[in-house]
């Protein structure tokens, strides 16, 4: 058995996410106020970016005195962070920016509304963790370091630069200041754009926009239907004690059952999704499809969500017998990628076709599914032309409402993909692409599954 190294996109964060200093309000209060720390403002989930010289687009970060205005005074930001101290709760309301912009600076001053509406505006602030990479070894925070109610950012991590993401799509005014005074700087749509992006800074922008826009989209309880506030530094979401929910009788709150016990409905959710190389039953051709809305010529993995109580070899073998009709027999894993659109993780698996007769009228999610050779698909990959695909073409993949239709003939289609192997496939930064390309250089397997038989 052999081990392959992978470089996959959008994975190999290299960020130390110090996950157990996220209820620390001293440390991220060190951590916000830092000169060396580095916000990457996200405007309706694009995050900003320069172009270099040689085309690369890479983020572009800004400094804690860009968005002291707009956050806060550093030691109020996080009162509460904890989630356990409620009565750090109601003062938040006053200490925030919106109570200075009402005037108001006591809490009997603030009706039910203005209190709720602090919560709701606030923009989603998240730690994405630090950046240690050239640090000391010495100096370089260990998960076993304990933290405490002096921790901050000089003792657990000197040497780090604190990373955060700063949602800035209600902030007219911020936006243009940024703007302004970035020369070349724009806010980049992370779907098409990374297909240019360093890979570690491209998981940086996957974590980001990840948590962002969890954070945006989940606003209020969903148990009492209460707004809800951001603690752990936007890892948690958490209900607000002490105010009328929605069930609640003659204005008397009611205990909402999200503050008792274990509930998952309050952390960012990550969907599980297989996505597979599944292989003629002689291991010499790979299954691909495509779907209506997809771009002329593009073909890809077979893919699909887990579903409630099922493995990955299960879900892999529902997958491609509802896609295309095919029986699948040995599952095996390859690798995965965080795919943040919105929140997926990609797991990467092969299987072994027990035949080759699709049919694509099942669910009819396809509009077509065909086995491809080795030699077609390697005439892709070594194709001078780099595979990237447009904005357009990565809406209409993502199936995105008001993206234009690519009319085509799909016999066209067919006819060229079978007689001259020509065909688009997934972009580099799609596990996808390492999939195919892992099976057509020999380097999917560690072990060769005993039902392929000429592999």
Sequence with gaps: ????????????????????????QPFLTSALRSPKAKFLPLDS????????????????????KDVEAVIGEAEQVFA????????????????????????????????HDEKMRYFLDQPALVF?????????????SLPVSKPDEHSTLETHSP???PYWALDVSALPDLKDKILQENEGATFMELRSGAQTMPTEEASIAAEARALVDWNTRNKFCPACARPIRSVWAGWKRSCIPGEPSADGVDGQATACISRKGV??????????????????????????GRQRTWPAKFYSCL????????????????????????????????????????ASLM??????????????????????????TREQVLKVINSTKPMQLSREQVARIDGKEGASSDKHDLEGVKKKADDEGSFLMPPATAIANTLVTAWATGKLFNQVPASVSKM
């Excluded at 295309?324 to 599952?331: E, R």
């Excluded at 797991?347 to 491809?372: M, P, S």
């Design 159 to 161: 040497y780090g630069e």
């Design 128 to 140: 994405l963790g630090v950046d240690e990479r050239f640090a000391p070894e010495s100096a370089k």
């Design 303 to 342: 893919a699909g969500f887990l579903e409630a109580g099922e493995s990955l070899e299960e879900a892999v073998r529902r997958e491609v017998y509802e896609e295309a009709g095919i029986v699948v027999g040995d599952v095996g894993y390859h690798s995965s990628q965080p795919w943040p659109f919105p």
């Design 45 to 64: 989930l694009s995050p900003l970016c320069q172009h270099d010289a040689d085309g690369a687009r890479h983020l572009h970060f800004i400094g804690w």
């Design 80 to 111: 509460g962070v904890d989630g356990k101290r409620d009565e750090d709760v109601p003062e938040l309301a006053v200490l925030g920016l919106q109570a200075k912009r009402l005037g108001k600076t006591r809490v009997g001053d603030l009706s």
């Design 263 to 288: 509930h998952n409905f309050s952390y960012p959710r990550t969907d599980p999704v297989v996505i597979m190389a599944v292989l003629s039953p002689d291991g010499e051709k790979i299954l691909l």
């Design 1 to 24: 058995m052999r081990h392959v190294t992978l470089t996959i996109h959008s994975a190999g964060n290299p960020l130390n996410r110090l996950s157990y200093l996220r209820s620390s």
């Design 347 to 372: 797991f990467g698996c092969w299987g072994v076709a027990k035949t080759e007769d699709i049919r694509v009228d099942l669910d009819n999610e396809l509009e077509d599914a065909r086995f491809f």
